[in-house]
């Protein structure tokens, strides 16, 4: 039979392992909100060194009104028009002619543009500089920025992330003024996908006479499957707002390398 002393040790040692079990998740705990907060700084950090690269720009007053669009709120319900403070607080500089979309090119699109001072894609704006290839949500009941366990751009139709880029992008796509030009994707059957941003967005926000023409670099790789007869690019050319002019040139991408590297050739000269 068990001794007196014997039971008293058993709970001893029940008590001793229960107080251990919770300074071990209190310390857990402690130590996932400083790893929390330092991400939520470093998130904040980044944003405002990027802004702060934009002569003028009141850096603190655009994160207020960034925040405010996702904090506090599930991470799958904020809506584009969430950061329409956002958009008022840095908004879009027009830059007729010197306009660049693009579709399923963008690295060939910004290899080009920086070496080539001449076109201004979305990314070029303070917003889309600050936040590209950024990932970030909100949670409900919480004030905190967070950079992990967040939706991105395909977790959900209404994530984030997602709704800001197609906010930004109707922005992008009204400041649109004079000949504009897109670079599509010549290695697809669909360079111009109803489903891209550029097709269910930015297009649809193009105006005559705001905007006279739409110049269309399909770029094609060496083994390219598109020409500019495609069907998708018709349907593009036949949805325009009437007034809008259309072009559309092929642009093999080795042809596009080398011109952005020729400092003596102006851009419309690459395609």
Not at 11 to 20: C, G, Q, S, T
Not at 116 to 131: A, H, N, P, W, Y
Not at 140 to 160: A, R
């Amino acid at each position: 039979m068990e001794s007196g002393l014997e039971r008293k040790r058993g709970r001893r040692k029940l008590i001793m392992a229960v107080i251990l079990a919770v300074i071990v998740v209190v310390v857990i705990a402690i130590i996932l909100a400083v790893v929390l907060s330092r991400r939520d700084d470093d998130f904040k950090r980044e944003f405002m060194g990027r802004c702060q690269k934009f002569k003028g720009a009141n850096c603190q007053t655009i994160w207020d009104a960034f925040q405010q669009a996702y904090i506090n709120k599930d991470h799958c319900e904020v809506l584009p028009e969430a950061y329409d403070p956002v958009i008022a607080a840095a908004p879009m500089e027009s830059a007729c002619n010197r306009l660049m979309f693009w579709s399923k090119t963008k690295d060939v699109v910004h290899e080009f543009t920086g070496k080539k001072d001449c076109f201004r894609t979305v990314e070029d704006s303070l917003l889309g500089s600050v936040l590209d290839d950024l990932v970030w949500c909100g949670k409900k009941g919480s004030n905190e920025t967070f950079t992990t366990g967040c939706p991105g751009w395909k977790g959900c139709v209404k994530s984030p992330v997602r709704s800001f880029w197609n906010r930004i992008s109707a922005a992008f796509g009204d400041s649109a003024c004079g000949n504009v030009t897109v670079m599509l994707n010549g290695s697809l059957q669909t360079p111009f996908h109803n489903e891209s941003i550029f097709a269910s967005i930015e297009v649809k926000r193009f105006t005559s006479p705001k905007v006279k023409a739409l110049n269309v670099v399909l770029v094609t790789p060496e083994n390219f499957v598109t020409n500019c007869t495609n069907a998708s690019l018709q349907n593009l050319k036949m949805g325009l707002d009437e007034g809008i002019g259309y072009g559309c040139s092929e642009v093999p991408d080795s042809q596009l390398e080398a011109c952005a590297s020729d400092p003596e050739k102006p851009c419309g000269a690459c395609w």
